[in-house]
């Protein structure tokens, strides 16, 4: 009776192992089919392909992408900034009408300086003159 | 000596440089209108473009200046007559404060344009120069003892010949307009009026800093020929 029982369990043993290797085979085929991500991972796994390093790659791009994106948005922003900010106008015209009022000072009191030596030197010399 | 006294002055004193100041006063005010409100912002620098009016002309009337010092150094060198002396001494101090204006006006546009101060770009620099001869023209001088009106005369006749060098530098930099030699001829025509109108404003004030200047520089001349007199009479040591 044993020698009956055994054989018979080994016998349904087998079966359904069988029966859930073709369970999983199914459930991978779906998930394979509806994943075209996974499929490709599962494609590259099984030509050898490091499947971590091409994630961390394709990560790294992405984050590259990220960052320039963000650069050329920044670069932009600052050049707007700058272009709609009017202090350069600002500064410009006055350090334009500073120099002018400088120059203008300069020059009177230049002169101012000049005309009272030059009546200082006549008084003298007519001073003498008349001695 | 009383009659070159008078003339020595006279352009100081006469209704010249007033004039002249009020019409540049107008000119001023007519620029400032035409353009911040009638010429229509620039699509790159838009506001900050304001400044070209009157960076440019500036510009315009640094060369104008050192030119006129050039010419007269040379005509003074050549001729020995005094009054060129004169008007290249004066339109060699013109040209530095007007220089001084194209380099701080234009470092303001490089921020703008650039987002730098200063580069080292070949028209700034050769700009630089320029104004740093013409300074060493003012310094000789005040400085260099009997012969600095020759040795001035002949550094503003260099100054001079650096003039086409910056200007036809066009096109080989990185300057804001760069690409095109005649400024006014690629301006937008809307521009163009606010351009030309702050161009004869400075032309004027030009005249009038010249002539006071040149009054200046008179005096100075009635100066040294007076005291001459007063240390031959022994009246001064």
Redesign the interface.
């Known amino acids: 009776m044993r020698l009956l029982i055994l054989p018979v369990l080994a016998l349904v043993l087998c079966l359904g192992r069988a029966n859930a290797d073709t369970s999983i085979h199914d459930q991978c085929v779906d998930a394979v089919s509806k994943d075209p991500q996974l499929a490709r991972e599962v494609g590259d796994a099984a030509l050898g392909v490091d499947v971590a390093a091409k994630k961390r790659q394709q990560m790294d791009a992405e984050a590259g992408q990220r960052r320039a994106d963000q650069d050329a948005a920044q670069r932009e922003q ?2 707007r900034q ?5 202090r ?2 600002i ?3 006055a ?2 009408w500073v ?2 009022a400088l ?2 000072v300069f ?1 009177w009191r ?2 101012q300086a ?2 009272a ?2 009546v200082g ?2 008084r ?2 007519e001073d ?1 003159a008349k001695k | 000596m009383s009659s070159a006294s008078s003339a020595s002055s006279a352009p100081s004193r006469g209704l010249a440089v007033p004039i002249l100041c009020a019409v540049a006063a107008i000119g001023f005010v007519v620029s400032l209108w035409l353009a911040f409100v009638v010429a229509p912002p620039a699509l790159d620098l838009f506001f900050n473009q304001k400044i070209f009016y009157f960076h440019v002309a500036h510009a315009f009337m640094l060369f104008t200046a050192v030119g006129v010092a050039g010419v007269c150094g040379i005509l003074y060198l050549k001729t020995r007559k005094p009054h060129w002396d004169d008007i290249s001494s004066a339109a060699t101090e013109v040209a530095v404060a007007f220089g001084a204006v194209v380099l701080i006006t234009g470092s303001f546009w490089a921020r703008a344009a650039w987002d730098k101060w200063w580069n080292w770009e070949p028209r700034l620099t050769m700009s630089l120069l320029l104004w740093l001869v013409l300074v060493g023209c003012v310094l000789i001088r005040r400085f260099a003892g009997p012969s600095a009106d020759r040795i001035a005369a002949g550094m503003a006749l260099f100054g001079m010949v650096g003039v086409p060098f910056i200007y036809f530098m066009v096109g080989q930099d990185q300057h804001p307009n760069s690409g095109a030699n005649g400024v006014a001829a690629t301006l937008d025509p809307a521009m163009r009026g606010a351009f030309w109108c702050a161009v004869g404003t400075f032309l004027v004030w030009f005249v009038a800093l010249l002539l006071m200047r040149l009054g200046d520089t008179r005096a100075e001349r009635e100066v040294r020929e007076l005291r001459e007199r007063a240390l031959d009479l022994g009246v001064i040591e």
């Open positions: 600052t050049a700058i272009a709609l900010d009017d350069q106008v500064l410009a015209y350090a334009m120099i002018a120059f203008v020059l230049k002169q000049l005309k030596e030059i030197l006549r003298e010399l003498v």
